[in-house]
């Protein structure tokens, strides 16, 4: 049990790592980043093609970071130029054309079979310890990106993001561009996501594009929904329900024979599909948001 | 690449446009007056082949099995269940937004996307399903190899192409839809008149992905991922011929299937879908009104 | 110190503005008049830089700003207001100003993260000029209050206060007075009195004439794109061309 504890609360922090960086592109600053899987993918498959090349892991992390806000900066410039419908649009192209470059590139990410093997962090201390370690370290990881996010929304900058989300035309009649504003948070989230996937392309040792749906988005933006846009601990309440329902889904087959996991996948599909639209019609604020959004 | 070569795949690539049209059709309408992109639209083209599939199913062997009957039955009935599916998801869903922000609805209509493809394969599995169709060999002109069902594929969707455009040019209500679409002030009808008008829209959209799911369906196979990855070529030939403009969708839906033949010599075929993302990009980075759209909707 | 020289504005092919030339000396008042459709939105539009010239140029302090996106313009001094107010809602009358303000070194990510030397003192006279603002549009009481929770007439003087924030050479405002009921007519010109004494030159687009009358030195009037008529208000309202573009109506 205490295995599985330890498993299910390390899947909730990678959660939370996306769903904080997500929150504060859509929450704070009112961008629509319909593609954060790709970030997740783009940090995931980074770490592990370098720690298989030999790398160590401090180093494969800090690329897998750096790849993935390299790789929100043309997201981001479009951003800038691009309606919020746009925006979700091409996110989402991004995200779809960055799993089939992952699928079809063979050669270095060996397409569809995936990357068995990577190296588990912390694997050295063996057993119980290691995945113990994962979570302390994702622990750590999830506190400094909470601090981090929370000094942002409490400083001018953050003002500044709120202005833009609220009325970005007279963000710039009054001199200021909102164009550095909002690659800065693109950046900064998709590091946060790309450090995810690290985290969990060491955790799970096995990474493949299929993992990198945009399903694996809309689950994130459902934490967010759920725990109310725009807030930090909404975020991370709204994570702790996402992965209480996938989980529990799972647990619901254990009790009901004879459903097959590809039903159940259809289930939570549908049950994604369902509460997206429900939030959306009756209960915009989310579960704990304040006023509507 | 030789010149029959390059025909080849720009006749694939009509074929291809002519069936992506219907769904960035039913995208630029839908986005013109209810302003926002119908993510939907994609499964409801699965769930249009899905229904056509399994009707003709039904009716193969008996009186009304032959092809041309069976498919014209079973793409009714696909046409029916889709408008009805898009319509109550306009009462249910969409209508209720109306004061919301466009997220909202484009968050809903994600949702709805996910909802009618859980249910198509919980209902019905996720086996690909093909239609009941003889075979047909390519005619071949001096190396410029044409099939007849590609024809019939393209002929259908350029006539139901020409019937709509021809309805919202001089059709009644066609007219008064039209007129919305190119004013959206216009939407500020109020009483029956809009919400009739609306139920048109909604049910429109529903046959334009119903008969573009068959199509696509009988050009390919029926799987639960059919409409979906047909959606970013849709939205980027919506992109691509301008917001607004109906015409323009067709013609930039064209443009997008012979563009995304001509780059597989270039990228092979399974970049297709990276094609439409590529020029989705590039189009809203230099001109985000389109070739025929307005700059004003644009930014 | 503004010089929009035969600037031109088209949407498609339909010219809104057709070549307007216009002059604002420093700290003078001109009001802009017109019916609607007159192209007055539309030439502030151009002049601020939310819409491109089809032809002519704009010179402020004699910088050419003709191709500068609007931020920029504004960094040079020039500030508009808009129709229908554009407030920050989900932030507090005062943090709208904050916002407002020039402040880049505090809003950066490092400064977020790392501090900044001299953060406590240049927030504090941030505040203290904010409040000056405030005093000076009369919406010290709504300091701490939502943006989104004022009426339509605080949300004009909102839209002002930010504007001074960043110490603005030349406001051009959109219609100032619309919506605003009459007694606070009064206090809004109180208002614009005391921002113009203060050296700012302001270009205000108005229905309301007979305010426009009280308050301008100079009257500014639009009609199908052109200028038909520049001068001393009361002789402008005289001149039978501008009576006849308003229809024969007594203006």
Redo the contacts between chains.
Sequence with gaps: MDAYLIAVGSVVLIYALLAIGLNLQYGETGLINFGHVAFFALGAYASALLALRGWPLPASFAVAAAVAAVAAVPLGLAALRLRQDYLAIVTLGFSETVRLVLQEERAITSGVQGLPGIPKLFGAIGGKGTDLAILLALLAAVALAAW?TH??K???????L??I???E?????????PAR?KI?VFM?GAALAGIAGAFYAHFLTFISPEQFVPLVTFYVWMSIILGGVGSLRGALAGTLLLVAFLEGSRFIRDLVPGVAEVQMASVRLAIVGLALILFVLYRPQGLFGRRAS | MTLVGVANLAVNGLVEGAVIALPALALTLVMSIARFPNAATGDLMTLGAYVAVGVQALLVGSAFGTPLLGMTLATVAAVIVCAVVSVAAYELIFRRLGRAAMVASLLASIGLAFLIRSLITLVIGHEQHTFALPLVRAWNFGGLRILPSDLVIGAVALVVLAAVFAWLRFGRSGRLLRAVADNPDLARLSGIRAQRLMWLLWALAGVLSAIGGVLLGVKSVVMPELGWELLLPAFAAMILGGIGSPAGAVIGALLMGVGQELSVPLVGPTYKIAVAFGVLFVVLLLRPAGLFG?P?LAR | MLDVRNVCVE??RFRAVDGVTLSVPPTAIVGIAGTNGAGKTTLFGAI?G?LPLARGEILFEGHDISRL????R??WGL??T?QVP??????TVL??L???A??DT????R???FGRPGAARADAELERRADDVLALTGLSKMRDQLASSLSGGQKKLLELA??L??SPKCILLDEPFAGVNPVLVARLLDVLRAVHARGIALVVIEHNLQALKAFAQRLVVMDQGRVIADGEPGAVLDDRRVQEAYMGGVV
Excluded at chain 3, 69 to 72: A, C, I, K, Y
Excluded at chain 3, 106 to 109: F, K
């Design positions: 981090a000094l942002l409490a400083s001018p900058f953050g003002r500044l709120r202005a989300r609220d009325n035309a007279a963000v710039t009649a009054l001199g200021k561009d504003y800065q900064f | 307005r004003e | 949407f498609d601020a939310q996106p609007p931020n920029r504004a960094r500030a508009r808009f554009r407030e920050f809602g989900s932030l943090d709208n904050r916002a407002a020039p402040n505090h809003e950066s990510l400064a977020a993260w930010r504007a924030m960043g």
